[in-house]
Every structure is written in structure tokens, then in C-alpha cells.
């Protein structure tokens, strides 16, 4: 096989592979380009790859709420041909130009004809990540997720997710598209040493339920993390198993759903531990001092001793280091 020739594959498959020793998914697609000169959408010409972290699809496909056009717009844009094969899409926009009234006509008669199959595939990843996952019945408690998911298989033949696992397999050296073609040149330009050799395996999956299979083999093997996030309530992929908020804006803000957490969990430690609410207060006194009265060296001297040995302080306090009373009673000599 040449190399790269598996883009053609991925193209004419559902537009996705994955990664699994890395971690990652590999989208390939014709994107829709929206010129803002003359407000019309139009179909690139050129493929464009991208690559996330394994298991955005899932998150990305459970979080969607189809019934929306918007949702429905944001999905199909970034993985359209996990809905509809890549000749279709090219009939369906065929180097035209379309303003927001033809492009919401396609796209609503492309929700109508796949809404049924994405709401019934949502269906089911729900309770399968309920009974795997999130809620298991006390019978299953004391069993891994993905043994839970073998059970679920064996007693519910309704989730035809759970037996969709046809996929192709790639395995192939990825080094550079162009390293010379007779022997001496591919060896002088191994020599340069710009780039190691590698074996790069993908799976593609051949349907939208097969690759929403393998993301949930991922999930259920803890080689990422699914999690809800606290503060909007989504899932989201993470590489810890304690993340609790997501990196995706927060509703009506401009901040992310993470910094709002930290912020909240900064607020709730603060209500919750004296020393620590002790020293922010000082700190915050010493700060507005220093810059209400810059001329005044006291000011400043204090605040930058109590900056630099108040953290030091601060940081052995959180490890541990020196208890609640020893922390408090310095801050207080030092207020």
C-alpha cells in the first residue's frame, strides 16, 4: 500500500479512524466554507484532516440534541460523512454557492431522512453508559465496566450497538511522503535523522454504530475517561478519572466551564477552611496597601515578604507540612 492512500479509504468510509495507541480519532471531510463577503456557503474543494482526543466523537454525539437545527448543523459540519457518504455530499452541494435559507432546506431534509437512526443510536448509548457506567444495578457493582458491558450483551439483544464491530485495519510505516525512491537516496535521507520511523495502526470503523462501539470500548477500558461535567452538566473526555468540569465555554458566559469550577471550588475551600480564608484576606489587604500607597516602601516591603514567604508557608500548609493552628497562628504574627 503507498503511503497516505488511506486518506481515499477514510473518504470513502464514514470520514474517520482511530488511533488507539495514541490516544487519538482522525477526521477527514470536505468541510462547508462560509465566505462572510458574500454571506454563501460553499463546499471546499480539498479535504481537510483533523485529529482529537479519543473519544470526542462519543461525547460530541450523546451531547448533540438532534431535534435542534443548530445541534444537527454543528455535527454534520464537523463529522458529515459519518451520516452520509462522501458522493452524496458532493451531489448535494456541487460547487454551487447557497445562502442560509438553501443550506437550512439541505440540512433539514438531512435531519429528517437520519434522525430516527442518531436518536435510537443516542438511545442506546445511554442506557448502555447507565447500566456500564454511571448507575450499575448491585448486581453488577463489583464488576469492571467493560465486564458489565459483556453482560449487557449476553441478556439484551436490543443494543445492536453492542454487536456492530466490523472495522478494517491499517498497519503501515509513516515516515515522509517523499524520502527519495532508489535505495541510496531513502537511506541518506534516513541518515538526516529528521524523523524516526514508525508503525502507524488505524481502525476504521465502517459504520456510524461500529465506530460508536469502539469509542465505547475506550470508555469502558478506562483508556480515557468519560465524565459529567459539574457545572453544565455534559460529558466530556478527560485523562484523569477525577476531572469534574469540561474545557467548553460555560452556558451564558465567556469563560469555560473549568475556570468557573476552580473558581467555585477556590470559594467553597475558602468557606470551608479558616486558614485559608485568613490568608487570602491578608494577602488581599497587603496587596491594596502596596498599590493604594506606592510611595510608601513599608507597604510594599511587607506585601512582597509576606507574597514570597506566605506561599511557601501556603504551599507546605496544603501538603500537610504544618497544621491548621501552627499556619493560622504565623498569619496572624505576620498580619
Not at 451531547?63 to 457518504?85: G, H, M, P
Not at 475506550?218 to 459529567?228: C, D, G, K, M, P
Request: net charge positive; glycine share 2%; with cysteine.
Amino acid at each position: 500500500m503507498q503511503e497516505f492512500t488511506y486518506v481515499q479509504d477514510i473518504l470513502d468510509g464514514i470520514g474517520f479512524a482511530i488511533n488507539e495507541e495514541k490516544n487519538h480519532e482522525i477526521i477527514i471531510n470536505y468541510p462547508l466554507i462560509f465566505n462572510k463577503k458574500n454571506r454563501k456557503y460553499s463546499l471546499s474543494d480539498d479535504y481537510q484532516i483533523t485529529s482529537q482526543p479519543l473519544g470526542t466523537f462519543l461525547t460530541d454525539f450523546i451531547n448533540a440534541d438532534f431535534e435542534k437545527y443548530d445541534d444537527f448543523f454543528d455535527f454534520f459540519s464537523k463529522y458529515s460523512l459519518s451520516i452520509i457518504k462522501c458522493g452524496e455530499i458532493k451531489k448535494l452541494f456541487n460547487h454551487s454557492l447557497f445562502d442560509d435559507e438553501s443550506i437550512q432546506s439541505i440540512f433539514t431534509v438531512i435531519a429528517s431522512k437520519n434522525k430516527t437512526q442518531l436518536l435510537n443510536l443516542q438511545e442506546q448509548i445511554d442506557m448502555i453508559l447507565d447500566y456500564c457506567l454511571v448507575h450499575p444495578n448491585k448486581l453488577a457493582q463489583n464488576f469492571k465496566p467493560i465486564e458489565r458491558m459483556y453482560a449487557l450483551r449476553r441478556i439484551d439483544a436490543s443494543f445492536t450497538i453492542l454487536t456492530s464491530n466490523k472495522a478494517t485495519f491499517y498497519s503501515f510505516p509513516a515516515f515522509s511522503s517523499n524520502p527519495g525512491k532508489s535505495e541510496e537516496e531513502i537511506y541518506n535521507f534516513l541518515s538526516q535523522k529528521k524523523s524516526k520511523v514508525t508503525e502507524l495502526n488505524l481502525i476504521l470503523p465502517n459504520n456510524l454504530p461500529v465506530l460508536l462501539y469502539r469509542s465505547l470500548i475506550a470508555v469502558l477500558t478506562e483508556q480515557v475517561y468519560l465524565r459529567i461535567c459539574k457545572n453544565c452538566g455534559k460529558y466530556f473526555i478527560s485523562s484523569s478519572k477525577l476531572a469534574d468540569y469540561c474545557n467548553n465555554l460555560a452556558p451564558n458566559s465567556k469563560k469555560t466551564c473549568k475556570q468557573i469550577g476552580k473558581f467555585s471550588t477556590f470559594r467553597d475551600n475558602m468557606q470551608n477552611d479558616p486558614a485559608l480564608a485568613l490568608y487570602y484576606k491578608i494577602y488581599n489587604r497587603k496587596l491594596a496597601m502596596k498599590l493604594r500607597y506606592p510611595d510608601i516602601k513599608k507597604y510594599s516591603s511587607d506585601f512582597d515578604f509576606f507574597k514570597t514567604i506566605g506561599k511557601a508557608k501556603l504551599e507546605k500548609y496544603k501538603k500537610r507540612g504544618i497544621s491548621s493552628e501552627t499556619f493560622i497562628k504565623w498569619l496572624k504574627k505576620n498580619s
